[in-house]
Nanobody
C-alpha cells in the first residue's frame, strides 16, 4: 500500500516563505503526475500546482510567480516552494498522485496525503 505524507507547513508572517514536501512511501515503481491542492475553511478544494513525471508544470493563476513545484523522482517526493505568502494563502495543503505503479505492477489511482496546515498571519 502506498502513502503520501506531507510536511513543512506552519505559521509564517505575510511576505514569508515555506517549503512543503510530500513523500510517497511503499513499494513504488513509478508515479505519474503529482499535484498540490489546498482547501481553506468554508471553501472548495482547489488546485495550486501540478507537475508531470517529466517535469512539466502547471500553476493556478493566483500563485504564478510566487510558488514553485518540483519533484525528485528518485526520492518519490514532490515539493512546493511558497514565497511572498499572503494571508489568503492560509489553508490545508494536500498532495495528490494521479497514478502510482507499484513494483508488483499494481496501479493505485488518485492517492491523497493527509494534508499540512499553512497559516499566514502577523
Amino acid at each position: 500500500q502506498v502513502q503520501l505524507v506531507e510536511s513543512g507547513g506552519g505559521l509564517v508572517q505575510p511576505g514569508g516563505s515555506l517549503r512543503l514536501s510530500c513523500a510517497a512511501s511503499g513499494s513504488i515503481f513509478s508515479i505519474n503526475a503529482m499535484g498540490w491542492y489546498r482547501q481553506a475553511p468554508g471553501k472548495e478544494r482547489e488546485l495550486v500546482a501540478a507537475i508531470t513525471s517529466s517535469g512539466s508544470t502547471n500553476y493556478a493563476d493566483y500563485v504564478k510567480g510566487r510558488f514553485t513545484i518540483s519533484r525528485d523522482n528518485a526520492k518519490n517526493t514532490v515539493y512546493l516552494q511558497m514565497n511572498s505568502l499572503k494571508p489568503e494563502d492560509t489553508a490545508v495543503y494536500c498532495c495528490n498522485a494521479d497514478r502510482i505503479r507499484t513494483i508488483a505492477g499494481l496501479l493505485e489511482y488518485d492517492v491523497w496525503g493527509q494534508g499540512t496546515q499553512v497559516t499566514v498571519s502577523s
